[in-house]
C-alpha cells in the first residue's frame, strides 16, 4: 500500500498514452518524479485560427484526483476568450460540482471522475476551435471575437508564429 | 426495478453514525468501535465535504452542513450493494480504471451502472450524480420508490 489510488490511475493513463498516442496532443511529465504535474503539447487544431501552432500547457492533478478535477494552464501564449491572461484554462468540465453560485452551468457539464487526461485535452482542443464566449475568462478576446474578429485573427496569428519559434 | 434493500432505514438523526459503508471508507466514525482508543479517534477524526471544494473534519462542521451531509450518507444507504460475481456485463469501474475482481464490493446506482463502493460512495458524497449518464441519483431514487 505505497501509492495512493490517483497516482496509479494517473500511472495508467500515462503508459496508456505512451503506447497509443492520441491524435493532437503528446503528454508527459514535467519532472519524471512527480506523476501529478503533467506537460502536455498541443497542436493547433487544422481548420482553424490556431493551426500550426504548438502549445505547451501544464496540468496539476490533486492528491483526490478523479474525485476532484485537475487545474489546467497554457505555459505558451494563447489569445483566447476561455484562457485567461496568465493561461489558465476556464471550461466547465474542469469546474467542480456542487451548488453553482452563478447559474451558468448544468450539473452535467462540470466535473465527473470519469475524465481522463485524454478526455480533458479533447474538450480543450475542441474549445480552441469554438470558443464559448458566454462566460469569458478573457473578456478583451472575447469582446474582439465578437466585435472585431479581424482584429481576434491577427493576435492569434501573431502567438501561432511565437509558438513555432519556440518549439 | 429490482430493490435490494438489506438494511433497516434510520431516522435522518443517527445517520451520521449509523452509516456502515461510509463508515467503512472513513475507517473511523464516531462510537463506531467500543474498543478504539480514544486518542485514535481525536487524531484520525473523518473528514468530509460539505461542498466539493471545501474539506472540513468533522468536528468543524456548522450543523446545517452536518445536516446536510447525514442526509446524504442516508440517501446513499439507500443505494442497493453487492458483490462483484463476474457474472455481470460491467467489467471494469470507470472511476478507478481497474478490473471488478471477483468479491469487490460494488454499488448499483439508479440508472444500474456498477462502481466498486469505494470509488463511487466517494464521489457521491461530493455530488450525486452517476458520473457516467450524469442522472441524478436522488431525483432517481425518489422516482423508484414511487413505482414500487
Redesign the interface.
Known amino acids: 500500500m505505497s501509492e495512493p ?1 490517483s497516482a ?2 494517473l500511472r ?2 500515462l503508459a496508456e498514452l505512451n503506447k497509443n498516442p492520441v491524435e493532437g496532443f503528446s503528454a508527459g511529465l514535467i519532472d519524471d518524479n512527480d506523476i501529478y504535474r503533467w506537460e502536455v503539447l498541443i497542436i493547433g487544431p487544422p481548420d482553424t485560427l490556431y493551426e500550426g501552432g504548438f502549445f505547451k500547457c501544464h496540468l496539476h492533478f490533486p492528491k483526490e484526483y ?3 478535477p485537475p487545474k489546467m494552464k497554457f505555459v505558451t501564449e494563447i489569445w483566447h476568450p476561455n484562457i485567461d491572461k496568465n493561461g489558465d484554462v476556464c471550461i466547465s468540465i474542469l469546474h ?4 453553482d453560485k452563478f447559474g451558468y452551468e448544468k ?2 457539464e462540470r466535473w ?3 475524465h ?1 487526461v485524454e478526455t480533458i485535452l479533447i474538450s480543450v482542443i475542441s474549445m480552441l476551435a469554438d470558443p464559448n464566449d458566454e462566460s469569458p475568462a478573457n473578456v478583451d478576446a472575447a469582446k474582439e471575437w465578437r466585435e472585431s474578429y479581424s482584429e481576434f485573427k491577427r493576435k492569434v496569428a501573431r502567438c501561432v508564429r511565437k509558438s513555432q519559434e519556440e518549439c | 426495478m429490482g430493490n435490494c434493500f438489506k438494511r433497516a432505514t434510520t431516522d435522518d438523526l443517527s445517520l451520521l453514525r449509523g452509516s456502515d459503508s461510509i463508515r467503512e471508507t472513513f475507517s473511523n466514525q464516531l462510537g463506531s468501535s467500543p474498543y478504539q482508543e480514544a486518542l485514535t479517534v481525536q487524531s484520525i477524526s473523518p473528514v468530509y465535504n460539505p ?3 471545501v474539506t472540513s473534519l468533522v468536528t468543524q462542521l456548522t450543523e446545517e452542513e452536518q445536516v446536510k451531509i447525514a442526509k446524504r450518507i442516508g440517501l446513499i444507504q439507500h443505494l442497493p450493494t453487492g458483490t462483484y460475481d463476474g457474472s455481470k456485463k460491467a467489467r471494469e469501474c ?4 481497474a478490473e471488478f475482481i471477483v468479491g469487490d464490493a460494488v454499488r448499483y446506482l439508479p440508472c444500474m451502472h456498477t462502481y466498486h463502493m469505494r ?1 463511487i460512495d ?2 457521491l458524497m ?2 450525486l ?1 452517476c ?2 449518464c ?1 442522472e ?1 441519483v436522488d431525483a432517481a431514487l425518489l422516482t423508484s420508490y414511487e413505482t414500487n
Do not use: F, N, Y
Request: some cysteine; hydrophobic content about 30%.
Open positions: 489510488q496509479l490511475l495508467k493513463q478523479p474525485l476532484r467542480e460540482p456542487g451548488d450539473a452535467s465527473l471522475p470519469v481522463t | 461542498s466539493p471544494s470507470v472511476i478507478c480504471m470509488c466517494d464521489w461530493r455530488s450524480t458520473p457516467s450524469m441524478p
